[in-house]
């Protein structure tokens, strides 16, 4: 700012370094989600760039990933919608992921993820399947990809979720979850039925207090930003 030729610092109202390192529970997420909602930067936005910065991070770890097999598991809610974006940005570097979707497409709880899926079913690269009774779905893959509850978990882990977290931990593929692994409670780190074993575990925005408690559910943990404007903590953090 101008002031007869001098120029005026304006102060930040809060101090963005104090903010950078600091751990969160999923309600301070979800409200500062909300906060970037309104400021413009749309949930939409926050999920296309979870999915691509997840995808980054195993094509990273798997260079030749067009000779890989790639499951997705995702529920219905915003983590498989984070995976269905996942699935497609896999598509555009040469692997032919599949996606197991743990429901029916109308039950998929959000307008972003219901875009995200809608996108998927004009793909032929992408192999979807709607499983209900995950008994017959194959575990023999390379890399599984756990978009199912994230930090949705509430109580007893219900079915379909539940066989199809059996089946993952059963596989010897290398497993990335997305955000937070399916059934672990990211206050708290405690597992109250069953959780994903994850080898890595890209978490959004900051890492969740529970998270490190539970690493030996997360594996590596990867923080990475979305996006999301420094702004949209005030009032959360701050």
């Not at 102060?11 to 909602?37: A, H, S, W, Y």
């Not at 990273?60 to 790639?70: A, M």
């Not at 219900?158 to 010897?172: K, M, V």
């Not at 207090?209 to 030996?216: A, C, H, L």
Request: aromatic fraction near 6%.
């Amino acid at each position: 700012m101008f002031d007869g030729g001098h120029v005026a610092l304006v102060k930040p109202l809060f101090d963005m370094k104090l903010c950078i390192d600091m751990e969160i529970t999923v309600k301070q997420m979800m409200q500062i989600e909300e906060n970037g909602d309104q400021m413009g930067f749309f949930r939409k936005l926050m999920m296309e760039n979870a999915g691509a910065i997840t995808t980054r991070h195993i094509v990273d770890h798997y260079p030749d990933l067009e000779s890989k097999k790639v499951t997705i598991f995702a529920g219905l809610g915003n983590n498989g919608g984070d995976a269905f974006v996942v699935a497609r940005h896999l598509a555009a570097f040469g692997c032919s992921p599949t996606v197991v979707l743990l429901g029916h497409p109308d039950k998929i709880k959000t307008e972003e993820a219901r875009s995200n899926w809608k996108i998927l079913e004009k793909m032929n690269s992408v192999n979807l399947i709607l499983a209900s009774d995950t008994s017959k779905i194959i575990s023999d893959v390379d890399v599984i990809v756990d978009g199912i509850l994230g930090t949705g978990i509430s109580g007893k882990v219900r079915e379909p979720y539940s066989s199809a977290i059996d089946l993952i931990n059963q596989s010897h593929a290398f497993k990335f979850a997305v955000d937070v692994p399916s059934g672990l409670d990211p206050d708290t780190g405690l597992v109250n039925d069953k959780c994903v074993k994850a080898d890595i575990t890209v978490t959004f925005h900051k890492m969740k207090v529970g998270m490190p408690k539970g690493q030996d559910m997360c594996g590596k943990i990867m923080v990475e930003k979305i996006g999301i404007p420094p702004e949209a903590e005030i009032g959360v953090l701050m």
